[in-house]
């Protein structure tokens, strides 16, 4: 089983939709918890951070169940430039403080 | 604003033939990561170096070496490509545990 798992996608959305990808984790040791991007042949680059409290950023919120071992991230309001790859990632102590990554799920935005 | 910058861009090697990646951050961080990414398996840690002078293998470390040169530098060393390693190749590095990693701009290596 992988440790970070997510629909691979993709998800297709007409400008203006709102979309939500979710992910899981299995290790509960897991500690902190982010969102990247990923655009086409280039880095991955960070979105944002997930808190327990849940957070938003603009057109974006995040939310951990850590019971349920649950991630998600919420986009509202879709833009083209949405389009992108979202790599669900874990950190744990135990693992020397090193990311895990998840596969991503694909985010294709049409006008 | 140089961030994390990785030397070469692209690279095709024949099999058996050996190269090093080079990687150099100037934000002054202590943690440094090599990963490499294959269609449908995310990023997978290859080796990582929390502090200059100490190196650790990853979930994939077979076939490479590393060296932290200094806290800036940190490379990896493929001794005798296979084709198994054709994968694009990416250094991180981080300021400490709550925080997320900066990413260089990868390395895209073929291995014919």
């Known amino acids: 089983r992988k440790e970070v798992e997510q629909d691979p996608g993709p998800f297709n959305v007409p400008e203006g939709a709102t979309v939500a990808f979710n992910c899981t984790y299995s290790n509960s040791a897991s500690q902190s918890f982010f969102w990247y991007r990923q655009d086409c042949r280039k880095e991955p680059k960070l979105l944002m951070s997930?808190?327990?409290s849940g957070n938003e950023d603009g057109r974006f919120t995040a939310q951990l169940n850590r019971a349920s071992q649950y991630i998600s991230l919420l986009i509202r309001d879709s833009k083209l430039s949405d389009s992108a790859t979202y790599l669900c990632?874990?950190?744990?102590?135990?693992?020397?403080?090193?990311?895990?990554f998840g596969a991503g799920t694909i985010l294709r935005v049409k006008s | 604003n140089a961030g994390v910058t990785q030397t070469p861009k692209f690279q095709v090697l024949k099999t058996g033939q050996s190269m090093t990646l080079q990687c150099a951050q100037d934000m002054n961080h202590n943690s440094m990561y090599w990963y490499r990414q294959d269609p449908g398996m995310g990023l997978r840690l290859i080796y990582y170096s929390a502090s200059e002078g100490t190196t650790d293998k990853g979930e994939v470390p077979n076939g490479y070496n590393v060296s932290r040169l200094n806290k800036r530098e940190f490379s990896l060393r493929l001794e005798s490509a296979a084709p198994s390693q054709t994968s694009v190749y990416f250094c991180?590095?981080?300021?400490?545990?709550?925080?997320?990693?900066?990413f260089g701009s990868g390395t895209r290596l073929t291995v014919v």
């Open positions: 997930v808190y327990s």
């Open positions: 990632v874990v950190k744990h102590w135990e693992y020397g403080n090193k990311l895990v």
């Open positions: 991180a590095s981080s300021r400490g545990q709550a925080y997320g990693y900066t």
